[in-house]
């Protein structure tokens, strides 16, 4: 249902839109030009009792851990950016959500290891991917608190010429979470209520904090029904 959220706040465009969501169970979701056949080990998919689904933005297969991770969308109109390159789009709008992490000492910068990344002390603590539809952005992008690689590389196949061991030693050496660069046991819900109120108590334009509208959620159980449960759109380009 999460992705099909997105999309109806997408397709509805009104106003600058930030959402914050977890994931039960756990799941993969898979960036809309990939191959489900290349990326995902659908039998430990299955039997973990984890989901799949394929997003509208690009990018790589993500596993999103129900403990340890908060996934955000954006969206928001080209011309309320000051970038002038989709790259630097990736930032500015990262940014919004990474920004108020700092306020905990978290140190973070910008750049881009096979997609745009959020990084913390030289480790990658998020990962991005866009949506555009003529002058609307939709922005996904990963809040990583804790890991636990042996289970992501239990669902994700390694890449080609990489042993599943030498996947989950890569994650411990080039990737960070939050609970491990603030030193402290964070929770997705205890992030989450912290970005959600300090970005309505510090926006300097008027944000609250909202609910679908009508028809937001008449599209959102439409495509959930209709597409992101669908087999040919999951397995789109792969053979099923």
Known sequence: MNMAIDEAIFHYYTEDTIRLYGWKPSAVSIGKHQQISREVDLDSLEKLGFDCVRRISGGGAVFHDEVGEVTYSVVTKVHNLESMT????????????????????????????????????????????????????????????????????????????????????????HITTLAESLDDDLSPSRVAEYLIRYLVETSSSQSYIGELTEKEQELAIKLASTKYKSKEWLFKGSLL
Request: hydrophobic letters at 35%.
């Open 86 to 173: 989709i790259d630097e789009s990736y930032f500015e709008i990262s940014q919004v959500v990474f920004r108020p992490l700092e306020k905990l000492g978290l140190t973070l910068d910008y750049g881009q290891i096979h997609c745009p990344s959020v990084f913390s002390k030289g480790k990658k603590i998020s990962g991005n991917a866009q949506s555009r539809q003529k002058d609307i952005i939709l922005q996904h992008g990963t809040i990583l608190i804790k890991f636990r690689p042996e289970i992501m590389y239990s669902v994700l196949k390694a890449r080609p010429g990489r042993t599943r061991e030498s996947m989950i030693e890569s994650v411990y050496q």
